[in-house]
């Protein structure tokens, strides 16, 4: 009976603590996956891979609870439905007063899409799971012409590992720990889109003709296209505000420094800035900053020092004796300093993989995220790179300096928008 009872709940990884505290209309901490095929989506077909594919991730059946001291993951008896797609992106998900499910699948024409509150799961969590969802709909939906071959996914985690808090795996009492010193970054500022909604623009671009560009400034494509970020938004900070700092938030998946394979929260933070008020405007020059700063930040020794600080909180005697509505109040304080200290975000997923037999029937992958400022997403696919800009704010200026200065290099770049007049991006 004890293990039962156990199996029923869990706590929220120390990741996912800070979401339900600052959930809200204007930042749902929703992401999205979707996946174009060449093919139009069979809706049945989808329910039953959706059906197969939440029995091998049971975190997904639960919901949110509040206890007294912390929130926890409680097991539903709701069953994910197939929806036509009828929301606008990364809607709300978690609502304290409404329990659902943390995730929705819906479909349009050729594409599935997947939406999870991070709560639940980070980027490389939640691909475990979307990944498996369209490799079970291809698998069914196509089974006379799969039928001569085995396709197999590269996941192999029991439910076990996809349901471990690697936070506390990897977490170590190592006393004090000290303080980072705190860095004032320029905001961007602007009139806002009305109700909540966000903009949309992605930019797709062969993966061929971006990285030989990424080889000649000898440096990596997530620091290439954070520099090139960086100057596109330098360039509209007015003068009298130059003095701050361009920071950019870039999560980081932690699987990829300490062995796990969670489909939950696993990710840290390393924030990087550039002072254009004191060093140069120049593309390389800002490169060779950031290079410096990934390599002081990427090392197994700084990630578990950030582990244990994360950590060491849900495992402070006092903090833990705090009623949930104080803690509550201490996280929105939290991640209101948190927000102030960096100006936008860039994420990249990484290379998505599928098994060959799998592929012919996808044409992309893509990824991006709710915000009420600024983000940036990178995936890639095959030899489509697919940068996804989602943002709170009317002007796009910033991300069609971005796009010009990839086409000004030569590197051809078609643009995917949900505003009217997405020609005026380029």
Known sequence: ?????????????????????????????????????????????????????????????????????????????????????????????????????????????????????????????????????????????????????????????????????????????????????????????????????????????????????????????????????????????PLRLKKRPVVLSIPVNLRNYFHSQTARNFFGVINVDYDFSKGSAELREVIEALKIKFKENLTPEVLEKRINKLASLEHNLILRMIPLSIKDLVLKIANSIVDRSYTSTLSNVGVINMPSDIKPFIYSFDIFVSTNKLQACVCSFENQLRISFTSAFVSREIQRRFFKTLTDMGIPVVIESNVVDEQEVL
Request: charged fraction near 25%.
């Open 1 to 237: 009976m004890k293990s039962n009872k156990i199996s029923e709940w869990s706590r929220l990884d120390n990741a996912a603590k800070i979401f339900p505290a600052n959930s809200k209309k204007s930042d749902t901490k929703v992401f999205r996956f979707a996946c174009e095929l060449f093919d139009t989506v069979d809706k049945q077909v989808l329910q039953q891979a959706l059906n197969n594919t939440i029995e091998a991730f049971p975190l997904y059946r639960s919901v949110i609870k509040s206890g007294l001291f912390w929130y926890y993951f409680e097991k539903s008896r709701f069953e994910p439905v197939v929806t036509e797609e009828n929301l606008p992106p990364c809607s709300t998900l978690y609502d304290k007063n409404n329990k659902t499910l943390l995730f929705r699948v819906m479909y349009y024409r050729k594409r599935i899409s997947f939406e999870v509150y991070h709560a639940l799961a980070d980027g490389a969590g939640a691909l475990q799971f979307f990944k498996t969802l369209i490799f079970n709909y291809i698998t069914i939906k196509y089974k006379y012409a799969l039928k001569d071959k085995s396709p197999v996914l590269d996941i192999e985690a029991s439910k076990t590992q996809k349901m471990d808090d690697s936070f506390q795996k990897y977490y170590r009492d190592t006393g004090i720990l000290q303080k980072r010193k705190s860095i004032k970054a320029f905001k961007i500022k602007g009139p806002k889109i009305p109700e909540y909604r966000m903009s949309i623009i992605e930019g797709v671009i062969p993966v061929d003709k971006i990285l030989p560009k990424v080889k000649e400034y000898n440096t990596s494509l997530t620091v290439f296209l954070a520099a090139i970020l960086m100057c596109s938004i330098n360039e509209e900070i």
